[in-house]
C-alpha cells in the first residue's frame, strides 16, 4: 500500500534527551516535508526536501535538524529538545512539487517534560 | 509576509443546507492554493487544489484574487462532509503555508 509512515506515532521524553521522529514513503516522491501542528496555529513547516541531499528551512526550523540521505526517509532530528516543542507533528510526501499533492503521515504525538 | 487566514473555526450547519468555508491569504506573489480534509481517524488529504478548477465531493473553491480569498463552496451539505479542512498557500515554489482550520459540523 502506498502510504507515507512514521514512527513512533507517540512519544514522551525529557528536555534535553535527544529524539529522531522518522518519516517514510514508498511511493518514490521527490519532494518531502515535516509540520507541527499546535493549538490554534494550524500546520507550520519545519523543513523540505526537494530530492536527496538538498534540504530546506521551513518557518518554524529553530530546534529541528533533518537529513535526506535517501528518497524514501526524512527523520526529523530533535538534539536537545524543549517543552516548547511538545507538539504534534506531520511528515508529508509529493511526487513533484509546483504544484503536487502531499500526502500526509499519521501524526506522531511529542510530549516534551 | 505569506498568511492564510481562516476566520471560523467552527461551522455548523443542517444537512442540505449550503456551506461555505471562508479562507484568506495575503500573498504578494501568484499563489497556488489548496483545500486539504481530514475526516474523523484519517490522515489529512487533499480535497481539491485551485489550479485544477475541479469539483470534489460536489466541493468547489474559486480563487478571487482581488479580495485574496479561496472560500470552499457546497451547495446541499452532507452529514458525512463533517470534518476538519485546512487551507493551504504554496509560496516561493518550495514552501506551504496552512491555516488553522474550520471544523465542518453538518447536523442531521
Known amino acids: 500500500e502506498a502510504q507515507v509512515t512514521q514512527n513512533p506515532r507517540y512519544l514522551i521524553t525529557v528536555t534535553g534527551k535527544k529524539l529522531t521522529v522518522t518519516c517514510s514513503q514508498n511511493m518514490n516522491h521527490e519532494y518531502m516535508s515535516w509540520y507541527r501542528q499546535d493549538p490554534g496555529l494550524g500546520l507550520r513547516q519545519i523543513y523540505y526536501?526537494?530530492?536527496?541531499?538538498?534540504?530546506d528551512k521551513g518557518d518554524v526550523p529553530e530546534g529541528y535538524k533533518v537529513s535526506r540521505k535517501e528518497k524514501r526517509n526524512f527523520p526529523l532530528i530533535l538534539e536537545s529538545p524543549s517543552p516548547n516543542q511538545t507538539s504534534l507533528y506531520f511528515c508529508?510526501?509529493?511526487?513533484?512539487?509546483?504544484?503536487?499533492?502531499?500526502?500526509f503521515g499519521p501524526g506522531t504525538r511529542l510530549t516534551v517534560l | 509576509a505569506q498568511r492564510v487566514t481562516q476566520p471560523e473555526k467552527l461551522l455548523s450547519v443542517f444537512k442540505g443546507a449550503p456551506v461555505e468555508l471562508k479562507c484568506n491569504y495575503s500573498y504578494s506573489g501568484s499563489p497556488e492554493l489548496f483545500w486539504y480534509v481530514q475526516y474523523s481517524r484519517q490522515r489529512l488529504q487533499l480535497l481539491l487544489r485551485?489550479?485544477s478548477r475541479e469539483s470534489i465531493k460536489g466541493f468547489t473553491a474559486d480563487l478571487n484574487k482581488g479580495e485574496t480569498s479561496f472560500h470552499l463552496k457546497k451547495p446541499f451539505a452532507q452529514e458525512e462532509d463533517s470534518a476538519m479542512y485546512y487551507c493551504?498557500?504554496?509560496?516561493?515554489?518550495?514552501?506551504?503555508?496552512f491555516g488553522s482550520g474550520t471544523k465542518l459540523n453538518v447536523k442531521p
Open positions: 485551485h489550479i
Open positions: 493551504a498557500l504554496q509560496y516561493n515554489f518550495n514552501k506551504f503555508y
Open positions: 526536501s526537494m530530492n536527496v541531499e538538498v534540504t
Open positions: 508529508a510526501s509529493s511526487l513533484r512539487t509546483s504544484p503536487d499533492t502531499q500526502y
